[in-house]
């Protein structure tokens, strides 16, 4: 449990747009350590963050990431990719799910998208914030992204800062090759 270089990078777009993020509902996935989340936090977003439901040790990673950043308002919730459960149904809508190097392992792909279109059903004008580290040029969304209806932004690093080997006096990104989506509906008439 650390920090990836995509955490940092997610964590800068989220300060770029700090002014937006008061009052809105922002669920992380897949949190680990939660910078993210906890940047969302501190901006004043309404914040939930989630781990696998099969990995009590990374909830409790959470747990201590928001102890240790005072934000005891923060809700840590177990949720694992593709599978429907009591938590996944009791969140509220979202305004924006976050996903830090979430886009690991291919097998995993469909499964989270899955999940975000479940979450899109609650709000449709929800958008998936997701940052990932390239690692194969044989790795593609766009097939998934087409069969659940969804479309994708990738947004430029240095329109929000974060194409330096540094961010924040941290050395990561370094020279990871690190890319920054949007994902959302693909009709934007929802």
């Known amino acids: 449990m ?3 270089p995509c955490a940092v990078v997610l964590a800068q777009y989220l300060w770029f747009h700090k002014g937006s ?3 809105k509902a922002v669920l992380e996935i897949g949190a680990g350590v939660s910078l993210p989340g906890i940047m969302a936090a501190k901006c004043g977003a309404e914040v939930i963050l989630s781990d696998s439901s099969e990995l009590p040790h990374c909830l409790e990673i959470c747990r201590q990431s928001c102890q240790m950043n005072n934000l005891p308002q923060v809700h ?3 949720l694992t990719w ?5 938590d996944l149904l009791a969140l509220p809508p979202q305004d924006i799910i976050l ?16 999940t975000v279109y479940f979450l899109m059903q609650k709000n449709p ?8 580290q390239v690692r194969s040029a044989d790795w593609s969304l766009e097939g998934l992204l087409y069969k659940w209806d969804m479309k994708c932004v990738q947004i430029p690093l240095e329109s929000f800062g974060a194409d330096k080997e540094d961010i924040a006096e941290s050395a990561l990104p370094g020279r990871h090759t690190v890319e920054m989506l949007v994902i959302s509906f693909a009709k934007d008439s929802l």
Do not use: C, M, N
């Not at 004008?125 to 990932?132: A, G």
């Open 2 to 4: 650390y920090v990836w």
């Open 21 to 23: 993020l008061p009052g």
């Open 76 to 78: 840590v919730v177990g």
């Open 82 to 86: 593709g599978h429907v459960s009591r």
């Open 99 to 114: 996903a830090s190097d979430v886009f690991f392992e291919p097998e995993d792909f469909e499964d989270i998208l899955t």
């Open 125 to 132: 004008k929800v958008q998936l914030w997701s940052t990932y």
